[in-house]
């Protein structure tokens, strides 16, 4: 459901990035913002409790290139991953363009994964998109830890559909940039489609 606007030329998208509480998606919005944003003074806006964990959402415009003249410009947001902050998950959902899964790859995490997962799907279905159509990618975060289960058992848990899979450090920005890019990507081509 990007948003056109003729007289800027501009086209923005929405991509949100979810997954349970810790998995590390601001980690990714924030070496983002760092990388970007961050070194020409521009500002994070968020809502955070004082241990840092999200209470709403951050948002941050980011250009991406342009299609036939149109600047396409990418806000990026974050969910709150706490199991309570559904009514906050939902809101952040609407008019999402694609989705990103930050899945935490710690063995003790993988039900909080899967549980994610779920509501990620039943909150998208009540937003009437269709998690099989909508640009979605799947991020495995935290490979630097001695507990994070083997790749190919965390890609048979929780691969949906043929949707592509990124191995990720956030903290050091490993597959940051990449899990964007692609998700960013799919995006455009959908919009191209439409
Ligand atoms: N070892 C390791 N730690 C990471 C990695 N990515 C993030 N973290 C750490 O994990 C913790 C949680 O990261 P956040 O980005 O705040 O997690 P979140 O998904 O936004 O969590 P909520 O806002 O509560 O939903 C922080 O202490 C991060 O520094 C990683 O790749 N490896
Ligand atoms: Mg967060």
């Given amino acids: 459901m990007s948003l056109i606007n003729f007289a800027a030329r501009e086209i923005n998208c929405k991509i949100v990035y979810y997954g349970a509480g810790l998995g590390g998606k601001t980690t990714n919005l924030r070496w983002i913002f760092d990388q970007t944003l961050g070194k020409a003074g521009g500002k994070m806006i968020s809502l955070a409790t004082e241990t840092d964990r999200t209470l709403f959402f951050y948002f ?65 279905k009540e937003q009437k998109h269709d998690f099989m159509k909508i640009p979605y990618v799947l991020q495995l975060n935290k490979r630097d830890l001695p507990n994070a289960l083997p790749v190919e058992t965390l890609k048979k848990e929780l691969m949906r559909k043929d949707e592509p899979v990124f191995e990720a450090i956030a903290y050091k920005g490993v597959g940051v940039f990449e899990t964007l890019k692609t998700c960013g990507r799919m995006v455009l081509s959908e919009l191209k489609k439409g």
């Fill in 60 to 124: 941050l415009p980011l250009d991406l290139g342009s299609i036939r003249g149109f600047k396409t410009r990418f806000h990026l947001y974050t969910v709150p991953g706490q199991i309570f902050y559904d009514a906050s998950r939902k809101l952040i959902l609407r008019g999402v363009d694609g989705v990103i899964l930050v899945a935490d790859s710690e063995a003790e995490r993988l039900d909080a994964n899967l549980e994610a997962l779920e509501n990620l799907m039943d909150n998208l």
